[in-house]
C-alpha cells in the first residue's frame, strides 16, 4: 500500500494559505499536516486556532494537527473546533498527555505521539495502542528546511516492529528532510506517512512530485 502523503503548512507560502492547500490537495495529497509552535517547547511560533478553522472551509484533507507546545492539553479542543482531524502531541512536554488523549476519544478524532530525535522509539509505548499515528522526528521540530537524520530509517523499522508486539494500529508517519531519495529509504522501513515540506511545497510541479515520493 502506498504511504499517504501530508504536506506541512510550516513550508507553504504565508501570502496564500488557502490556494498553497488547495494546490498541494489537487495534486494527491490525503493529510494536511499543521505545525503548531509555542516558542517554549521549540524555539519557533506559527499558527493559532484561526487559522486551521480558515484552511478548514477551503479543504477536505486529514488535518493532522501537532501541538508542540508545551501543556497541549490547553489547546487541544480548540483545534478539535477548529477542524483538526487528529491532535498530535510530544510526550517530552510537561502536558498531560492522558487528558489529551481523553480529550480526543470525547470529541472522535485522532489521538497521535510525535518523538523527538534522541528520544527512544519504546520509551512511551504505554501510550501506543491509543495513537492513531505515531509520528517519528527526522529532524529537531521548530524549524522546516533541516538535513533528514539517516538514524530516522531505523526508528521507524523499530516503530513498525513495536506496533506488531503491541498489537496496535497506528500508521507510522516521518517529518523532516523528505525529498525523492529520503522517502525511498522511509518506505523501505515500513512508514505510512510522508510529511513533505519545503521541497513539495517549492516544487514547480507538486504532482509529480507526490509521484515520484510514492514510487
Same mark, same amino acid.
Given at each position: ?19 498553497? @492547500? ?7 495529497? +490525503? #493529510? ?9 517547547? @521549540? ?8 487559522? @486551521?478553522?480558515?484552511?478548514?472551509? &477551503?479543504?477536505?484533507? #486529514?488535518?493532522? /494537527? ?6 497541549? !492539553?490547553? #489547546? ?12 498530535? /502531541? ?13 480529550? %480526543? ?10 518523538? $523527538? ?22 529532524? !529537531?521540530?521548530?524549524?522546516? =528546511? +533541516? $538535513?533528514?537524520?539517516?538514524?530516522? @530509517? ?15 494500529? #497506528? $500508521?507510522?508517519? &516521518?517529518? =523532516?528532510?523528505?525529498? &525523492?531519495?529520503?522517502?525511498?529509504? %522511509?518506505? =523501505?522501513? =515500513? ?20 509521484? +515520484?515520493?510514492?514510487?
Amino acid at each position: 500500500m502506498k504511504p499517504i502523503i501530508s504536506p506541512s503548512l510550516l513550508a507553504a507560502k504565508s501570502d496564500n494559505l488557502g490556494n498553497a @492547500v488547495s494546490l498541494v490537495e489537487r495534486a494527491g495529497a +490525503q #493529510y494536511l499536516h499543521i505545525d503548531i509552535m509555542d516558542g517554549h517547547f @521549540v524555539p519557533n511560533l506559527s499558527f493559532g486556532p484561526h487559522i @486551521v478553522d480558515g484552511i478548514r472551509n &477551503v479543504s477536505k484533507l #486529514y488535518f493532522d /494537527v501537532h501541538l508542540m507546545i508545551e501543556h497541549p !492539553e490547553k #489547546y487541544a479542543l480548540p483545534f478539535i473546533k477548529a477542524g483538526a482531524d487528529c491532535i498530535t /502531541v510530544h510526550p517530552e512536554s510537561s502536558g498531560d498527555i492522558k487528558s489529551v488523549i481523553n480529550i %480526543c476519544k470525547d470529541n472522535g478524532v485522532g489521538f497521535g505521539m510525535a518523538i $523527538k530525535p534522541k528520544t527512544p522509539v519504546d520509551k512511551f509505548k504505554h501510550y501506543y495502542n491509543d495513537c492513531e499515528i505515531l509520528l517519528i522526528m527526522s529532524i !529537531e521540530p521548530g524549524f522546516g =528546511g +533541516q $538535513k533528514f537524520m539517516p538514524d530516522a @530509517v531505523g526508528w521507524i523499522a523499530e516503530a513498525k516492529q513495536l506496533r506488531d508486539e503491541l498489537g496496535a494500529a #497506528y $500508521k507510522i508517519s &516521518v517529518d =523532516g528532510g523528505i525529498n &525523492v531519495e529520503t522517502a525511498k529509504l %522511509c518506505i =523501505g522501513a =515500513g512508514v505510512n506517512i510522508l510529511v513533505a515540506g519545503t521541497a513539495l511545497f517549492n516544487s514547480n510541479d507538486p504532482k509529480g512530485f507526490i509521484d +515520484q515520493l510514492i514510487g
